[in-house]
């Protein structure tokens, strides 16, 4: 499903114009981006957690160049969906 398909979904589900829900939706989106680079997590209850998960430095191969290069220590996004959620997408 497309960002414009969610909206259309809404869209549809409330009533309200597409341009408002786009609006809330990109904001959303932002928030949790934002929330995510100043390395916060967000929690929304029944729903799930958008959280940072760190990875540690590494040796890994360059098989073009065919040596050892370190990667540095780095933070990646990471969803984790709430008991219920998973519970639903299961059924």
């Known amino acids: 499903m497309t960002k414009a398909q969610v909206v259309n979904e809404i869209a549809k589900k409330t009533g309200l114009d597409k341009a408002d829900i786009l609006a ?4 959303f989106m932002e928030t ?8 916060e997590n967000v929690y929304l209850r029944g729903f799930g957690s958008f959280i ?10 360059d098989i073009l ?3 050892t290069i370190t990667v540095p220590e ?8 709430a008991k219920t959620f998973a ?3 299961r059924k």
Not at 24 to 27: D, L, R
Not at 32 to 39: C, P, T
Not at 74 to 81: G, Q, R, T
């Open 32 to 39: 949790v981006k934002d929330s995510l680079a100043n390395e």
């Open 52 to 61: 940072i998960k760190k990875r540690a430095a590494k040796a890994a191969r």
């Open 87 to 89: 519970a639903a997408v």
């Open 65 to 67: 160049k065919n040596t």
């Open 74 to 81: 780095h933070n990646i996004p990471a969803f984790k969906p």
């Open 24 to 27: 809330c939706v990109e904001g």
